[in-house]
């Protein structure tokens, strides 16, 4: 077995099948090792998509994908949803009665969409204004939102705030990451549990942060699919990289191609010359619309402005490799 085809999660200890497993959940455990062993693992069997996990993250699914939604979420903001709607249809109105340039007024429509987005998340979590008071000691009390979450991602995918965002991805989605500040190759290992102590901090999910995100994810698919790219199912982002040691190479009846392994999350951007500061290689992506979770114009307000930067759902893409 080469070694891009040995099992993404590996135990470390060949004695499992043999520790002395208590309240009669032993084959159970054996079965999940047997599984894990034999099979290739990238997430969890359920999430809260409705289709399964491998499905999600395999490269069948990227070249020709479907929509996604996270169960409950709109209907738990139908008001929110409803707003940005009715905003909408009063927008696409007056561009057939002025004869504006839709493109223009599709610009214009998205920054009313964003503030009015933006403006709900401060209602309905309150970060803002809790933030500026202050409890009985004089000190400030922190809450947590999304914002902060993809400020910090900008700053270093492998701090605590970017595994709550890969935690997110993991609960929604179904996906585990394959790397934070280290690859992650085992449950057992240290770098798993570091991932865990740090997705499940206590200081980050104070103001139901997956909640948030959920909306989040959600409102960017609203936007994609009334404003921005309702026609696509993909959209061309570009990365850098030093490497090119995971690409995996297979051939069809167009000829051959590659397909590499991302992370959970993984950031991109839409300008071939950014990607080309942050590594040697330039990898360019077909990403299916509905695996982005953030992107440059989605908001008037975040701090990811600068690099043009897209935050996508990982999993088996193919690859083009420029230089």
């Avoid at 696409?92 to 503030?115: A, I, K, Y």
Wanted: with cysteine; charged share 20%; aromatic share 14%.
């Amino acid at each position: 077995m080469s070694k891009h085809e040995r099992p993404f999660f590996q135990f470390q200890s060949t004695n499992f099948h043999h520790q002395p497993w208590k309240f009669g959940c032993r084959s159970f455990y054996n079965d999940l090792y047997l599984n894990m062993s034999n099979n290739y693992l990238g997430g969890y069997s359920s999430n809260l998509l409705g289709i399964s996990t491998a499905f999600l993250a395999c490269e069948g699914f990227n070249v020709q994908p479907g929509g996604l939604h996270i169960a409950g979420t709109r209907e738990a903001a139908v008001s929110l949803f409803a707003a940005l709607t009715k905003l909408v249809a009063t927008g696409l109105g007056q561009t057939e009665r002025s004869d504006e340039e839709l493109p223009d007024n599709n610009t214009s429509l998205r920054l009313h969409c964003g503030r009015l987005f933006q403006a709900y998340m401060c209602d309905v979590f309150g970060y803002e204004d809790e933030q500026k008071c202050k409890d009985a000691s004089g000190r400030r009390r922190y809450r947590n939102s999304y914002l902060s979450l993809i400020q910090d991602w900008g700053l270093d995918s492998n701090n605590a705030q970017a595994a709550v965002l890969k935690g997110w991805v993991e609960s929604r989605f179904g996906l585990f990451p394959s790397f934070h500040k280290q690859p992650i190759n085992s449950f057992m290992g240290h770098d798993w549990l570091i991932y865990c102590s740090e997705k499940m901090h206590s200081r980050y999910h104070n103001n139901c942060i997956y909640m948030q995100l959920d909306l989040l994810y959600e409102y960017c698919q609203w936007v994609i699919e009334q404003l921005h790219y309702p026609a696509r199912s993909h959209k061309t982002l570009y990365r850098g990289v030093n490497t090119l040691t995971d690409l995996r190479e297979y051939l069809d009846e167009t000829g051959p191609y590659q397909v590499l392994k991302f992370n959970s999350l993984v950031s991109f951007t839409d300008r071939r010359s950014i990607a080309s500061e942050f590594g040697a290689y330039i990898l360019e992506v077909q990403v299916p619309m509905s695996k982005l979770m953030f992107f440059n114009e989605l908001l008037p307000q975040h701090a990811l402005h600068g690099e043009a930067e897209y935050l996508v759902i990982g999993g088996d893409y193919r690859v083009r490799v420029l230089r």
